[in-house]
């Protein structure tokens, strides 16, 4: 059994507390190429056997502030001061229970078993932030792996969940192998590490989202000109309202209206033969942990194609593609009032495209980006044309609640067994 060690200098505490911190908020920052995040929690994981509990919750918790603390401004930027903190102190402190649990298990029980509480609360956690239309869902592990570009198809099956458990497991394998508490560790952690790191490509090769057809040809326009036929994307027409227009006025909502559900895209119109028709709004519930909430989709049937509406914020959600793939569509548009793609946007649009296996067009104010299912990504500029493709349901979208429910249960049952002294012979 892997045992607590010397006590850790305060000094290296903090340096392993703020490492950690530093090393995920550069992989999750909308400036970062480093995949850091593949050994950001080894600074954490040593301190977990050079701590006693409450310390080192406090560290992790230090820890979680620096991360969410550099990603805050870009997550909240529309929310009021007073709940920006608010959201920082609640999240950080969110994210310090797969480590007290880590920790509780590991010195109670046994180290893998420890790990196993750490990593199922984690991806619940997750999973969960993933049901609600909060800023800082933006920011899942899952999403890094798109930075290999499209040779990561195994996300069609494992979802942004799968590839976060990936990312979390190699991070303990790294760890067993730097800094083995017995002989043994090192050789396992080398016998478990190398068929984890190769794996999701291995998959990958024979894997991929299957085609079936066509949707329609879409033009994107910021500047409407008349074109018969087609259906033009673009934002708030000034002049001249075409045949066929589609536009997304969006109005700027704070937090707390975010967390309300009312990310419905009331103001969006659809325009045909120059008069204004009314979109018809289809209701339904999102069953999360803390209740239901009630969430809006918005279909246009299109040239035998069924389109889904939403916004951009709801890219950063699971649940939103999913119900509305389940009840019909074909095509998912989302509409943006940023002026440029940052690449948060970019990895959970792509990522939501190859987890639903559904294409997806965003629209912003000068430029339109079409995300295509297998992986392929195209930026349309004014005039330009493109062509989603009708994929067939792929497991994440069909099954893609049951991860996270299934990871909630064990890190219930492990919560529980961290309260309890274990049984031992006299």
């Known amino acids: 059994m892997e045992t607590q060690q010397a006590k850790a200098p305060l000094i290296w505490a903090l340096a392993a507390s703020l490492g950690s911190g530093l090393l995920l908020a550069f992989s999750l920052s909308t400036y970062s190429i480093l995949l850091t995040a593949f050994f950001a929690f080894i600074p954490l994981l040593w301190l977990s056997r050079r701590q006693s509990f ?31 903190l608010f959201s920082w102190a609640f999240v950080s402190l969110l994210f310090s229970i797969p480590w007290a649990m880590l920790w509780l298990i590991h010195h109670r029980h046994n ?30 592990l899952g999403s890094l792996p798109l930075l290999f570009g499209n040779s990561w198809q195994a996300l069609t099956v494992v979802g942004t969940g799968g590839a976060s458990l990936w990312i ?12 083995p508490a017995q002989a043994k560790s090192r050789k396992g952690a080398i016998w478990a590490g190398i068929p984890l790191v190769l794996l999701p490509f291995v998959l990958s090769l024979f894997m991929g989202a299957v085609q079936k057809g066509d949707s329609g040809s879409f033009v994107y326009q910021s500047s409407y000109k008349s ?11 000034k002049e001249e309202i075409p045949e066929n227009a589609l536009y997304a006025q969006e109005k700027p909502l704070n937090g707390w209206a975010y967390l309300a559900g009312q990310d419905s895209l009331g103001s969006l119109r659809f325009w045909q033969k120059g008069e204004r028709q ?18 809006f989709f918005q279909f246009i049937d299109w040239q035998g194609s069924r389109l889904l509406l939403l916004n951009a914020h709801s890219l950063k959600r699971t649940a939103p593609i999913r119900e509305g793939l389940q009840k019909g569509a074909q095509t998912v548009i989302a509409f943006s009032p940023d002026s440029s793609l940052s690449p948060v946007l970019y990895r959970s649009a792509r990522a939501r495209a190859q987890e639903s296996g559904s294409d997806i067009i965003l629209v912003q104010k000068k430029k339109a980006h ?7 990504y195209q930026a349309l500029e004014d005039g330009q044309t493109c062509s989603p493709k009708i994929w067939s349901p792929t497991f994440f979208a069909q099954y893609g609640d049951l991860p996270g429910r299934l990871s909630i249960f064990l890190a219930a049952w492990l919560a529980l067994a961290s309260i309890v002294k274990p049984f031992r012979k006299k």
């Open 54 to 84: 409450w310390p080192f919750v406090g560290f992790s918790i230090l820890s979680n502030l620096l991360t969410f603390g550099l990603l805050a401004p870009q997550a909240i930027e529309t929310a009021s001061l007073p709940m920006g």
């Open 227 to 237: 074109q018969k036929g087609r259906l033009l994307l673009g934002q708030a027409p």
């Open 168 to 179: 979390l497991s190699l991070n303990i394998q790294w760890f067993r192998f730097l800094f």
């Open 370 to 376: 079409h995300f295509s299912a297998n992986g392929d």
């Open 278 to 295: 009314p979109l018809s709004s289809q209701a339904f519930s999102v069953r999360t942990i803390l209740g239901v909430e009630q969430r």
């Open 111 to 140: 180290a893998k078993l420890g790990y196993w509480a750490f990593v199922s609360s984690y991806l619940a956690l997750e999973w969960m932030q993933g049901q609600f239309s909060g800023h800082w869902a933006g920011w899942q």
